[in-house]
């Protein structure tokens, strides 16, 4: 499992992470009782879901296999009593498009959800030694370009304008269900130069960086955004990861105060405020299926729950297939899940500090709460290769650096740092998965020594505990994580759009009837957005004859 190591602790030696808030256990019996919905799984987006249902008025159930509810949204003291470290998401950018919170339809915000936005947003630091800044400033980050060539710091410019002005096309098809309107093609075809955007999509990250930027430095520093989202910059149908740096340059990276886990607290908090149950350590082991309908659900431990009106899994498709005989999937929804491929994926170190990673720069030196290293553009490019053929390669190895506790000192004891570096490493080696339980404290060493490179003040005194994630002990601490996809598989065009989870299942009904789906198998896919949560909140309040507009609307 996940190793841990502590100065003055034997190596190797257990801790479970200790969970944060009221809300962390919810394992007592509960009597027989009515439920509307039955909800398998408490990921960000089936609460998400789940909240909507509840404020509707009805009655929802929500059980929960770990012992916190969060799913990749969590927040646990994973090395030191008093370091919250985030279990898996950290930044929280694209949910902020997401009517939930856009338009605030149900005020998290009296339910203890509040972010810090830093700036800088994100600090790349190459090879050289030089690096290039994200600022909240648009003109200040777009001077950091100019740094290496006066075209790429116009090129930027150009991107932002570029991507500002489709921005809310690509939001009106993430935040709606599968056929709920437009399609994206159909939306660009009506708008100015909507034609070469389609181009775009269909491109991969690398050929539109390289075709608009001439310095290695601009160009390494876009791919990078790229990696974190799990896909090669050089696959088909990557071109939208080429604007990442645009996309979260107004927004920014936000994090919730406290912890990525306070959004899924705060989504708990409310649906026990709206009647709602939450169990954890409850593990889903299959579905009630009664005259071809869902109509609840079996738990290991014996313990079974039922649905009025419906069940909502958050399961991941590869193991929701076992959970109901195989001739009520359907053959086509079974070669769907036959047929899907995990993501890259990611090794992640947690620690605990007493130093913030800084960074030398003009003038001085910089400690920001998020930055990237990599090398040059070309070890962004082999990035795809290495996944592909299971090599670990620790040759200047690409790393994301995230030190939460600079922007929000809350997280840690006062002086003191939680630190979370993330370095892109394939699941499956060469040598069979089980091979990263032999070589995770090398691989972990490695980043570590890299990264000193240019953050020489994290000497080995001020490292005060680790806990190592593999890309194998990822999908350990969480299921849903299958083969270490912690964005829920490949977000490509054989698994994007209506091919999410497979064709002719992308509207969050299962072939089985009562049966619903959200989470990162679902559209528009992982990351921290919440809308595979509220494109399923969509679609089951029009089966039950209402719409979320209506449902947002009620004052209660």
Avoid at 380 to 396: E, H, I, P, S, Y
Avoid at 551 to 556: G, H, N, T
Wanted: aromatic share 8%; hydrophobic share 40%; with cysteine.
């Amino acid at each position: 499992m996940c190793a841990i190591t502590r100065r003055g602790f034997m190596k190797g030696a257990a801790l479970a992470p200790l969970a944060l808030g009221p809300l962390s256990l919810h394992s007592q019996a509960v009597p027989a009782e009515h439920f509307d919905i039955v909800v398998a799984g408490a990921g960000h987006n089936s609460l998400i879901t789940a909240a909507y249902l509840a404020k509707a008025g009805y009655r929802c159930l929500v059980l929960e296999g770990r012992p916190t509810v969060g799913g990749g949204v969590k927040t646990a003291q994973l090395t030191l009593r008093g370091f919250h470290d985030d279990v898996c998401s950290t930044a929280h950018s694209g949910i902020q498009a997401n009517p939930l919170l856009r338009n605030d339809e149900l005020h998290l915000g009296e339910y203890g959800l509040e972010y810090i936005t830093p700036d800088p947003i994100f600090h790349v630091v190459f090879g050289d030694g030089t690096y290039l800044t994200q600022w909240r400033d648009p003109d200040r980050t777009a001077a950091d370009f100019g740094k290496f060539s006066k075209k790429d710091a116009a090129a930027y410019r150009r991107m932002l304008a570029e991507f500002d002005s489709v921005k809310a096309v690509f939001g009106a098809t993430s935040f709606n269900p599968i056929g709920f309107g437009p399609s994206l093609s159909e939306l660009l075809a009506k708008v100015p130069r909507g034609k070469l955007w389609q181009r775009r999509l269909a491109m991969s990250a690398w050929e539109i960086i390289r075709d608009n930027f001439e310095d290695d430095h601009s160009r390494a520093a876009l791919l990078f955004m790229g990696h974190l989202s799990s896909e090669a910059p050089i696959d088909p149908a990557t071109g939208r990861f080429a604007y990442g740096f645009a996309g979260q340059q107004h927004g920014g990276r936000p994090l919730p105060k406290g912890g990525s886990g306070m959004l899924t607290q705060a989504l708990a908090r409310f649906i026990e405020a709206h009647n709602g149950v939450i169990l954890t350590n409850k593990w889903v082991r299959s579905f009630i299926v009664e005259n071809g309908r869902c109509a609840g659900v079996e738990c290991d431990d014996g313990s079974s729950y039922r649905a009025s009106k419906a069940v909502l899994s958050t399961i991941h498709i590869k193991h929701l297939v076992k959970m109901a005989p195989a001739q009520l999937w359907g053959q086509d929804f079974l070669d769907g899940v036959d047929t899907w491929q995990g993501e890259r994926t990611m090794f992640v170190s947690h620690y605990a500090t007493s130093v913030a990673p800084t960074y030398a720069v003009q003038g001085g030196s910089l400690t920001p709460t998020e930055a990237g290293v990599i090398a040059n553009a070309d070890r962004a490019l082999r990035f795809g290769f290495d996944d592909t053929a299971g090599v670990v390669n620790l040759d200047q190895p690409p790393l994301q650096v995230i030190c939460c506790s600079v922007a929000d000192p809350s997280r840690t004891p006062p002086g003191m740092h939680t630190l979370k570096i993330i370095g892109f490493q394939p699941y499956n080696l060469k040598e069979g998965p089980q091979h990263w339980d032999e070589i995770k404290h090398q691989v972990d060493q490695a980043h570590l020594n890299y990264l000193r490179r240019f953050s020489p003040n994290l000497t080995n005194d001020k490292i005060l505990a680790r806990f190592l994630t593999s890309p194998v002990d990822i999908e350990r601490m969480n299921p849903h994580f299958w083969h270490g996809s912690a964005h829920g598989g490949r977000m490509d065009a054989a698994q994007s759009g209506p091919m999410r989870p497979m064709l002719g299942w992308a509207q969050h009904r299962m072939p089985i009837p009562g049966l619903y789906q959200t989470g990162a198998t679902t559209h528009p896919g992982g990351s921290v957005t919440g809308a595979p949560g509220r494109n399923a909140a969509v679609v089951m309040l029009k089966d039950f004859g209402t719409s979320i507009e209506e449902v947002v609307s009620r004052k209660a």
